[in-house]
């Protein structure tokens, strides 16, 4: 099968493209590394197999020219991941992020209209799509973005609504709970697993922008991908909005404690501060709808996927103080 994939660079994207070249696919990249990092794909560049049917494109999503390279490559299925995620710059200059995220999602759509691919499976926001609620929520839960940025990422899911009904696009959009693992940038504002894990190896101090009760629903990445490779093959009848969570609340506390017992219990202190906008104290999603239409089940529980991100950032993190080495595995 030939695929694209936008925002290939990035975290969740070179993820996925490892998990497709690793399926046999084709696939083509598109980043325009301002967030996304090259040395994330060297595994699908550097490998033989895998690099003879991979090529990365730098491109923006919102250039012209997108049309044409789409066209050119005829995928079968396009995976939209291209965004712009900096805190500081979506809540600074909200106009910049609604370009990145919403003009660039258009571009893509207009881009499939004329290329003729119908499948088009888009990473959408599943903590901040549905504001201040405080339970578990399902895909009929009304939706309440309380940021630009969580409007932006909603914005997305509607055009890609409005191109189903007009152009007969087939699009499945994956709401996304907290993803966490390996390639996740742990030097940004965002991914709390990261950042604290990233803190404890170096043994730096590091500020928590929620108090120790908040929680959250923690996705692993390779759970994550699996969705997005199920959602592919889902029937041209299957399109709208699917949750992709655990169902479960993990709080900051729970957070802090297994990355320190993947640590051997090393626990350096806590600077707590105000949360930040999109703050979502206590929500999980139901995925109980993914079960049933994509056949999408998460795998891999928190205590080992955190375990896995930590051995992850031990090889990666250059430790400022001395070594802390994951439980059974050396930095």
């Known amino acids: 099968m030939r695929v694209l994939v936008t925002g290939a660079a990035g975290f969740i994207g070179s993820n996925l ?12 990249g598109i980043d325009n590394l301002c967030i996304g990092v090259e040395a994330n794909l060297e595994q699908a560049m550097s490998c033989n197999d895998h690099s003879r049917r991979f090529r990365l494109l730098k491109l923006d999503v919102q250039a012209p020219e ?9 995928p079968h299925v396009i995976f939209h991941l291209a965004a712009h995620i900096d805190y500081g710059v979506k ?12 003009l660039g999602t258009i571009n893509l759509c207009e881009a499939s209209r004329r290329a003729g691919v119908r499948r088009i499976v888009y990473a959408a926001s599943g903590m901040s799509r549905y504001g201040a ?40 959009c994956l709401a996304l709970a907290n993803v966490y693992g390996p390639r996740q940038n742990p030097h940004c504002t965002a991914g709390e697993i990261a950042i ?18 908040a929680a959250r629903d923690y996705i692993y990445i390779d759970d994550v991908v699996d969705a997005f490779v199920r959602a592919a093959g889902a029937p041209f009848e299957t399109t709208g909005t699917y949750n992709v969570g655990t169902g479960r609340q993990a709080t900051v506390t729970e957070v802090y404690a297994h990355i320190a017992a993947a640590l051997e219990g090393v626990s350096p202190g806590v600077v707590a501060a105000a949360g930040d906008a999109d703050e979502v104290r206590a929500l999980a999603l139901n995925s109980e709808k993914a079960g049933r239409d994509l056949h999408w089940v ?6 080992e996927g955190i375990r896995r991100t930590v051995g992850w950032l031990c090889a990666t993190l250059e430790p400022e103080s001395p070594a802390l080495a994951p439980a059974g595995a050396g930095c």
């Open 91 to 102: 809540v600074s200059d909200p106009g910049f992020d609604a370009r990145s995220n919403v």
């Open 66 to 74: 997108l049309t044409d390279i789409v066209i050119g490559a005829n």
């Open 17 to 28: 493209v490892d998990r497709l070249l690793y399926d046999g696919h084709q696939v083509i």
């Open 133 to 172: 609620s405080s339970s578990l929520v399902d895909e009929t839960e009304c939706v309440d973005p309380l940021s630009p940025h969580a409007v932006a990422k909603l914005a997305g899911e509607l055009y890609l609504r409005a191109y189903a009904q007009m152009y007969g696009l087939s699009p499945i």
């Open 298 to 303: 998460p795998k891999v529980e928190l205590a």
């Open 196 to 213: 604290l894990g990233r803190a404890m190896i170096t043994g730096n101090p590091y500020t928590v922008y929620r108090d120790g009760t």
